[in-house]
């Protein structure tokens, strides 16, 4: 099938095509349809199958009809784009602006998110903009700052959807929908690569009924793509581990996941000084640093990247072949994000889990909600020694180690803020 099957204009389909989306994915080929046709969506599909791509293409497409028909005067956001990371609204914005270059029309996008100086995107949006993406936060702060009008939102798009509609998010995301046209008078386009059944059922009352569900099997058990393996070992020999990996993989890019912005610095210091190419990257870094240390590792300046779960959505590296879970993911979903990083746009990618002693129940419950069938393991070179600990209850009647939902200290305060608001006090949350 081909993009202009879809119903996409000839010059859009170029573009797809000359931008390197040679064949729509399957979720594209179900959700470009839904969206042309004006419904409200609901899309669960892995990492890296395609999904900004889906609803980017539908909403160039009404732009472009739509500002043939625009008076003059200052341009009033049509679409409403909202994430969870500034990384996440860069690579959005990024896609926007490659895709209508290839279109030979591009509209004004406004960036709105945290981490920089607000004055510089409160001048970016004098004239007005075509579309917006922001992070909850920030886009309450320019709101209030300036004249931006959200009434006229036509489309509002939830990317990781469900990241968004947790608690972390929660108060500042109902702030935004009370500026936004009501549900009836806009579409609505919510996606993610996994969706908890909780989440689906609160998603449904923002949708209209006649919405639209493209579901996408999530396991990415069956893709040939990437390869998982899941190595038992001692806590304390994980660095030294990492190292051995470092080295047989030379040449390669690393995309490491620890628990903690402490142990992001710790291991790549623990990697440098052994003369491995490694640095670290999370949410304490200015977003000047954040995104100097992505772009050099895209260009292969480091080998080795050690990251929170900042990095685990929304971040697409072109030809990573491996990804490396130094500490498992609290959340079993998160499983599915991190190891997305890689293997994607068909190529082959290489996904290994630490297991410890004191992870390896955790491990299991990781294993089971995503139907993995993953032999655990044992190297020669590192004996395990370590005592696993006494289990203990896991807070959903599972047995694990690690809680399967556990508040991030950026959701605690945001939770604390909202808090504070609640009760009058004119806290602010975290952007």
Same mark, same amino acid.
């Given at each position: 099938m081909s993009f202009s099957a879809l119903g996409l204009a000839p010059s859009l389909a170029q573009a797809a095509h000359s931008s390197g989306l040679m064949a729509p994915t399957a979720v594209q080929q179900q959700a470009i349809e839904v969206v042309l046709q004006g419904r409200d969506l609901l899309a669960c599909?892995?990492?890296?199958?395609?999904?900004?791509?889906?609803?980017?293409?539908p909403l160039l497409q009404a732009w472009m009809l739509g500002e043939a028909q625009r008076l003059h005067g200052p341009r009033q956001a049509q679409a409403l784009i909202l994430v969870p990371t500034r990384e996440l609204a860069a690579q959005v914005a990024e896609l926007i602006y490659v895709?209508?270059?290839?279109?030979?029309?591009?509209?004004?996008?406004?960036?709105?998110t945290g981490g920089v100086s607000i004055n510089p995107q409160l001048m970016?949006?004098?004239?007005?903009?075509?579309?917006?993406?922001?992070?909850?936060?920030?886009?309450?702060?320019?709101?209030?700052?300036?004249?931006?009008?959200?009434?006229?939102?036509?489309?509002?798009?939830?990317?990781?959807?469900?990241? %968004?509609?947790?608690?972390?998010?929660a108060d500042e995301l109902g702030q935004v929908l009370a500026l936004l046209p009501g549900t009836q008078a806009r579409q609505t386009l919510l996606l993610s690569a996994t969706f908890a059944p909780s989440v689906q059922a609160?998603?449904?009352?923002? %949708?209209?009924?006649?919405?639209a569900r493209v579901m996408?099997?999530?396991?990415?058990?069956?893709?040939?793509?990437?390869?998982?393996?899941?190595?038992?070992?001692?806590?304390?020999?994980?660095?030294? %581990?990492?190292?051995?990996?470092?080295?047989?993989?030379?040449?390669?890019?690393?995309?490491?996941?620890?628990?903690?912005?402490?142990?992001?610095?710790?291991?790549?210091?623990?990697?440098?000084?052994?003369?491995?190419?490694?640095?670290?990257?999370?949410?304490?870094?200015?977003q000047g640093a954040r995104r100097q240390v992505l772009d050099e590792f895209k260009n292969s300046q480091w080998q080795v990247l050690i990251t929170t779960d900042l990095a685990a959505r929304g971040i697409h590296v072109d030809s990573l072949p491996l990804?490396?879970?130094?500490?498992?993911?609290?959340?079993?979903?998160?499983?599915?994000?991190?190891?997305?990083?890689?293997?994607?746009?068909?190529?082959?990618?290489?996904?290994?889990?630490?297991?410890?002693p004191a992870s390896q129940a955790h491990w299991r419950l990781i294993a089971r909600r995503n139907a993995l069938e993953i032999a655990l393991e044992t190297l020669p070179q590192y004996p395990v020694t370590e005592p696993a600990p006494a289990r203990q209850p896991h807070e959903d009647g599972d047995r694990g180690g690690i809680?399967?939902?556990?508040?991030?200290?950026?959701?605690? %305060?945001?939770?604390?803020?909202a808090q504070a608001r609640t009760q009058g006090d004119g806290g602010s949350g975290t952007r």
């Open positions: 599909a892995p990492t890296g199958s395609g999904k900004t791509a889906a609803y980017v293409l895709l209508g270059e290839a279109s030979g029309r591009r509209p004004k996008v406004a960036v709105l970016a949006l004098r004239g007005g903009a075509d579309m917006v993406i922001a992070t909850p936060g920030r886009l309450l702060d320019v709101v209030a700052h300036s004249r931006l009008q959200l009434k006229n939102i036509r489309t509002l798009v939830l990317d990781e959807a469900d990241r %968004l509609m947790d608690q972390g998010f609160l998603a449904a009352g923002w %949708l209209r009924a006649d919405h996408i099997e999530p396991s990415l058990q069956q893709d040939a793509d990437i390869m998982q393996r899941a190595i038992y070992i001692d806590s304390g020999r994980r660095t030294a %581990l990492l190292h051995d990996l470092a080295v047989q993989h030379a040449g390669q890019r690393m995309l490491v996941f620890v628990a903690s912005r402490y142990s992001a610095e710790h291991v790549a210091n623990k990697l440098y000084d052994r003369k491995i190419n490694a640095t670290a990257f999370h949410g304490d870094l200015s990804v490396v879970n130094y500490d498992l993911p609290r959340s079993p979903a998160d499983y599915i994000h991190r190891i997305g990083r890689t293997g994607r746009a068909g190529q082959s990618g290489l996904a290994i889990s630490f297991v410890t809680k399967g939902r556990r508040m991030s200290k950026k959701d605690k %305060l945001r939770a604390a803020a």
